[in-house]
T-cell receptor, first 115, second 112 residues
Framework: DAGITQSPRHKVTETGTPVTLRCHQT?????MYWYRQDPGHGLRLIHY???????DKGEVSDGYSVSRSKTEDFLLTLESATSSQTSVYFC??????????????FGPGTRLTVL | TQLLEQSPQFLSIQEGENLTVYCNSS?????LQWYRQEPGEGPVLLVT?????EVKKLKRLTFQFGDARKDSSLHITAAQPGDTGLYLC????????????FGKGTKLSVIP
């Protein structure tokens, strides 16, 4: 158990509304990631963070922003949700203690539906 | 660009049968991981392979990394219904990169 929680676990929202998803970890891991998972596309990286206030874009970052003001929290914001952002969102961490080969440990996911 | 191709996409077998799933790429990876994901949950790391030709065993699961570190396979012996799930491979491109490239997965159903 990597001590990762995501909130909310499920959300239904309307097109054009802002949405923020939260990822919380309890073990001071430096690297955190946001993915979306869609049928036919697999897991795709949205944004990632390598420390407080240090973030970078992934493969599918358009329409998403992130913030990391504390080590333990990584927030994903959809400024104006669209139906194409209906997906399951996963947060992940890479442990920074011991030997690491970039393994990632995932949270339980947030299912977001944009109507 | 899909850097990691997994095959087959879907596999339905009877309990007790053996199976192999494949993860192929034209790119070299510094390490490769296999994950299993069950419905409604996040992927769970099964194994990491690092050295070309490396073989790792996890009970009835055998993982192999290709000699050139471009491909990998997962073999399950005597599949059980508990093996049902989505199997994902993911590759790391370099020691300094913490990003992973994921394949689209193989969805395995083991019928009792």
């Amino acid at each position: 158990d990597a001590g990762i929680t995501q909130s909310p676990r499920h959300k239904v929202t309307e097109t054009g509304t802002p949405v923020t998803l939260r990822c919380h970890q309890t073990e001071n891991h430096r690297y955190m990631y946001w993915y979306r998972q869609d049928p036919g596309h697999g897991l795709r990286l949205i944004h990632y963070s390598y420390g407080v206030k240090d973030t970078d874009k992934g493969e599918v970052s358009d329409g998403y922003s992130v913030s990391r003001s504390k080590t333990e929290d990584f927030l994903l914001t959809l400024e104006s949700a669209t139906s194409s952002q209906t997906s399951v969102y996963f947060c992940a961490i890479t442990p920074t203690s011991g030997v690491s080969y970039n393994e990632q440990f995932f949270g339980p996911g947030t299912r977001l539906t944009v109507l | 660009t899909q850097l990691l191709e997994q095959s087959p996409q879907f596999l339905s077998i009877q309990e007790g049968e053996n199976l192999t799933v494949y993860c192929n790429s034209s790119s070299v990876f510094s390490s490769l991981q296999w994950y299993r994901q069950e419905p409604g949950e996040g992927p769970v790391l099964l194994v990491t392979v690092v050295t070309g030709g490396e073989v790792k065993k996890l009970k009835r699961l055998t993982f192999q990394f290709g000699d050139a570190r471009k491909d990998s396979s997962l073999h399950i012996t005597a599949a059980q219904p508990g093996d049902t799930g989505l199997y994902l491979c993911a590759g790391a491109r370099g020691a300094g990169s913490y990003q992973l490239t994921f394949g689209k997965g193989t969805k395995l159903s083991v019928i009792p």
